[in-house]
């Protein structure tokens, strides 16, 4: 018997740059910057003081960490389970190999309900998968009806943070967008409460004529069938709740053993995320009840590359993710590049071990092989995860997995640079030898003792930081002569 | 412990012996002042985060065996390195790297010698139970916490305790200081752009402080700053936590060494 060893993701979790040089050209996006500069700011505060008030902040962590592993140890069982008990409460399941899979099993059922129309609620999976795009190919509209996934859909643009996905767009602009994009929309401000009130009056009129509803799903429990969202709108309980049918897209990883271990994820999840106590809306459904909302549920269950990144026993805690996106708010290199350098949907930190991790990277050449170097490993991921996920450890465990897998290859310029320094390093000899020879660069150095240009790959640090020009007197030189001083 | 002479080793860090000594010499003339004896092991080069952290990781298991052996033989009570991400690698990647390489004893051997590995600051004030070290330094400072004595080694306010006994020093508050100045290593090549970003918002605070001089515990944070502000002729410097806590009112006992 063979083991499954999981096909790539495929979908929206692959840039056409690598991150350098799709960084670059976000960075040059000022708006951008201050946009997501001031709003990951406030976030971040926020976040800290919601945390501060849990003096069991750290145990909850570690019981969502203990909990994410115990759901990776014994995934098919789980998995197994919660189909049982969706279908026995009336759902249907389905299976997902991956996007294409999924796309076309959802666009199946909308199809057999005769409609041409489905509201939606923010889910990453089916930005992950491309849904929108998929079913309007097959002349179904899509309508995002979160307030911040409905700009992202009016203005044509893409998502740029797992939360806030119109994160980078300030209130001027988003008054714009409306303007342009919806038809009865005119006087607006740029209040935040005017803006919100015309996207009320947009969705209200497609939340009553909706007959299904496409939703992802936060949690789904096995022990009872339970699938749960949470949101801060209300939107999601309309489209829950209203139309006649509802598919769930969930990835595989988040199912949860029991009901109770709820508690621990609706504790450290909103406190991470929105940096609120408890969310304004939690949604929790199973299975059909006759005359209380859905008739028709259908839970489809999405693989997409998860089972491959299972293989990896380091890499694979990066499918503990709750999707908090609390890494990104308090990631440096976010902050800066925003979101859309990162190609993915899934941005950030996470987002850097997460895409790589789902799509297989192919060749040096992949933007995704990029991802695991957008990080200057500060470490603040790390210490915001709500479940404990060492992101720059296994950062540095994705870099060692690309360096390995092109060992056998001709060695690029990093490679020559790096066993040329191990060598440097190998004995006391070598290493002063490699520091007499860096006494020449005080030559390069102008007479202020300042480098400012330096040969490629260097000129990269040149290009805006100066370099000392290396002392007369390196340290151990200094130590052998004061020593021998102090024995003579 | 305070009073009790130690015999301490010096992990000198690569970087600062080659290119930022006075750390590295300020350190030792620093332990030598509190009554404490330095070795330096001769046959140190460098503790390997670099290539860990570029994940070449089986180049950089040879050289986590060379640092274990090295430091072992050296047989001190406890080794010092004027550096936080380079104790932070000894403490939290040697073991990982060996035992990723199979190889269970020497990640034993780099756990025992880790347990007794401390950036300077934490040799002081925990080990050395040391805060106010005599210094004299009448300058206007601003103090970067570097990402990796921060939270690798969680020092918390230990430098700061430090500085703010030091005599003559005006510390001044540092906005934003716990975010990360962009160095990150080979980041600040591969990523040089997104690295400039961060280093031009550290920078604006560091000016904005109206410091004369930004201190930390890493040279390799105090290069990428101190390249950036020397980039722009700015008036502000930069000098090592180490080098601020050796210097001494001028009607002080002299150190032994001088350089």
Not at chain 2, 43 to 68: F, K, P
Not at chain 2, 109 to 132: C, F, G, I, M, N
């Amino acid at each position: 018997m063979s083991t499954f060893l999981g096909t790539p993701g495929i979908g929206n979790l692959r840039g056409d740059s690598s991150f350098p040089t799709a960084a670059r050209r976000e960075l040059a996006n000022t708006q951008m910057r201050r946009n997501v500069g001031h709003a990951t700011r406030t976030i971040r505060s926020k976040r800290l003081a919601a945390v501060g008030e849990c003096p069991d902040w750290e145990q909850l962590r570690e019981a969502g960490s203990a909990l994410k592993r115990d759901v990776l140890a014994r995934l098919p069982e789980l998995l197994t389970e919660l189909e049982h008990n969706v279908v026995a409460r009336g759902g249907v399941v389905h299976w997902a190999r991956d996007a294409t899979e999924a796309n076309q099993i959802i666009t199946g059922i909308v199809r057999a309900c005769r409609t041409d129309e489905v509201v939606k609620v923010k889910s990453m999976a089916t930005q992950e998968i491309g849904l929108n795009e998929h079913l309007a190919v097959h002349g179904i509209a899509a309508i995002e009806t979160d307030l911040a996934e409905l700009i992202i859909q009016l203005a044509h643009d893409k998502p740029s943070h797992i939360l806030v996905p119109a994160i980078h767009r300030n209130r001027s602009e988003i008054r714009e967008i409306f303007l342009r994009e919806m038809p009865d929309a005119d006087d607006l401000t740029d209040d935040p409460r005017v803006l919100a009130m015309a996207a009320r009056e947009h969705l209200r009129r497609k939340f009553l004529s909706a007959e299904v509803a496409v939703s992802g799903a936060n949690f789904g429990v096995a022990d009872t069938g339970t699938l749960a969202v949470v949101e801060s709108e209300g939107n999601g309980r309309m489209c829950l709740t209203l139309p006649k049918t509802l598919i769930t897209l969930m990835g595989i990883e988040k199912v949860v053993p029991r009901f109770t271990d709820l508690e621990v994820f609706m504790q450290l999840l909103p406190r991470s995320s929105t940096a609120e106590r408890m969310n304004p809306y939690t949604s929790m459904w199973t299975g059909v009840h006759p005359g209380d909302g859905p008739e028709n549920f259908h839970l489809v269950m999405l693989d997409n590359g998860r089972t491959a990144v299972m293989t990896d026993e380091v890499g694979r805690a990066a499918l503990h993710c709750i999707r908090c996106s609390a890494c990104l708010n308090v990631c440096p290199v976010y902050e800066r590049t925003g979101g859309h350098a990162y190609g993915s949907v899934y941005p950030g930190p996470i987002g850097a071990i997460l895409s790589p991790q789902l799509t297989g990277t192919r060749t040096h050449d992949d933007p995704n092989a990029s991802l695991p170097y957008a990080s200057s490993l500060c470490g603040a991921c790390f210490d915001a995860c709500p479940v404990k996920i060492d992101i720059p450890n296994i950062l540095i465990h994705l870099r060692a997995a690309q360096v390995d897998a092109e060992r056998h290859g001709l060695p690029s310029g990093q490679d020559m640079a790096m066993k040329a320094a191990a060598w440097v390093m190998s004995s006391p000899r070598s290493f002063a030898v490699a520091e007499k020879a860096l006494t020449a660069a005080r030559f390069v150095a102008g007479t202020d003792q300042r480098i400012t240009a330096l040969p490629f790959p260097l000129s990269r640090w040149t290009a805006s930081r100066d370099m000392p020009a290396p002392p007369r007197e390196s340290f151990r030189q200094w130590w052998k002569r004061t020593q021998s001083a102090i024995q003579a | 412990m305070f009073g009790a002479q130690l015999r301490i080793a010096l992990l000198a860090t690569c970087l600062a012996d080659a290119i930022f000594p006075r750390a590295a010499i300020a350190t030792v003339q620093l332990l030598e002042r509190l009554g404490h004896e330095v070795v330096f092991p001769n046959d140190q080069t460098c503790c390997g985060q670099m290539h860990i952290n570029t994940g070449y990781l089986t180049e950089a298991t040879a050289i986590v065996r060379r640092h274990v052996e090295v430091f072992e033989r050296a047989g001190c009570e406890a080794v010092v390195a004027p550096s936080g991400s380079c104790v932070g690698s000894v403490r939290h990647q040697h073991a990982w790297v060996a035992r990723r390489a199979g190889d269970a004893l020497l990640a034993r051997r780099a756990e025992t010698l880790a347990a007794r590995t401390y950036e300077l600051s934490e040799l002081l004030v925990d080990v050395l139970k040391v805060r106010d070290v005599g210094a004299y330094y009448p300058h206007r400072v601003v103090y970067h916490p570097t990402c990796h004595s921060l939270r690798m080694l969680r020092v918390g306010d230990k430098p700061l305790e430090l500085l703010r006994n030091v005599g003559g020093l005006t510390l001044l508050e540092l906005v934003d200081a716990e975010t990360c100045c962009g160095f990150g290593g080979t980041f600040a090549i591969k990523n040089a752009d997104t690295s400039t970003a961060m280093l031009a918002d550290k920078m604006a605070c560091i000016i904005e402080s109206g410091a004369e001089l930004c201190t930390a515990g890493d040279s390799s944070c105090l290069m990428h700053i101190g390249g950036g502000l020397s980039r722009l002729r700015s008036a502000v410097g930069t000098v090592h936590l180490a080098e601020i806590l050796a210097s001494t009112e001028p009607a002080h006992p002299r150190m032994v060494r001088s350089q």
